[in-house]
Antibody
Framework: QVHLQESGPGLVKPSGTLSLTCAVSGGSISSSSWWNWVRQPPGKGLEWIGQIYHSGSTNYNPSLKSRVTILLDESNNQFSLKLSSVTAADTAVYYC?????????????WGQGSLVTVSS | DIVMTQSPDSLAVSLGERATINCKSSQSVLYSSNNRDYLAWYQQKPGQPPKLLIYWASTRESGVPDRFSGSGSGTDFTLTISSLQAEDVAVYFCQQYYTTPQTFGQGTKLEIK
């Protein structure tokens, strides 16, 4: 069973860059999977941020694309999210999630989530 | 973007009764070349990440109780819990993965009456 765990700062200053890492265990990040980031503002719904395939191919939400970078770190079996120029609207629980296979789209495995607050 | 709209926003059902949650997409998520609907359902309990219940609109994820079922095609979908159990209290989300960006419904909160 694939296990995912997010880590990173819980507080980011406005205009700064949010950085999170998702450690993958129980499976290889080089497997046929899309590795995703999804966020959820407190008390609200889910917003897909973007994804990366083991080949390095990426897809991003157009609403965030200019500020988002998702990278793979195969040597450490993890992937990362960077979101620049953050504002209070970026305050949310950030989840990493795995989509199995190239042609599927459902999120089969999720991390527990990491709350990131944007505040000075 | 495809807009996913769930109804109702909240629902209270008695234990052992049927619960029905609807999800409507702003355009069809049926891919004609493989006749599959690119629609999933998730359950989220407080303080927990979402849990996958259903994909391809009606395929139950391994380990999910068979009281959960998904139906529908094209733009209209339904998640049915045939006999509500106390542990089913949660928020339920639908998700389309037909196009990028994938999008989620706003969620339906299910409570015990």
């Amino acid at each position: 069973q694939v296990h995912l765990q997010e880590s990173g700062p819980g507080l980011v200053k406005p205009s700064g860059t949010l950085s999170l890492t998702c450690a993958v265990s129980g499976g290889s990040i080089s497997s046929s999977s899309w590795w995703n980031w999804v966020r959820q503002p407190p008390g609200k719904g889910l917003e897909w941020i973007g994804q990366i395939y083991h080949s390095g191919s990426t897809n991003y939400n157009p609403s965030l694309k200019s500020r988002v970078t998702i990278l793979l770190d195969e040597s450490n079996n993890q992937f990362s999210l960077k979101l620049s120029s953050v504002t209070a609207a970026d305050t949310a629980v950030y989840y990493c999630a795995r989509v199995p296979g190239y042609s599927s789209g459902w999120h089969q495995n999720w991390g527990q989530g990491s709350l990131v607050t944007v505040s000075s | 973007d495809i807009v996913m709209t769930q109804s109702p926003d909240s629902l209270a059902v008695s234990l052992g009764e049927r619960a029905t949650i609807n999800c409507k997409s702003s355009q069809s998520v049926l891919y004609s070349s493989n006749n599959r609907d690119y629609l999933a359902w998730y359950q989220q309990k407080p303080g927990q990440p979402p849990k996958l219940l259903i994909y391809w609109a009606s395929t139950r994820e391994s380990g999910v109780p068979d009281r959960f079922s998904g139906s529908g095609s094209g733009t209209d979908f339904t998640l049915t819990i045939s006999s509500l159990q106390a542990e089913d209290v949660a928020v339920y989300f639908c998700q389309q993965y037909y196009t990028t960006p994938q999008t989620f419904g706003q969620g339906t909160k299910l409570e015990i009456k």
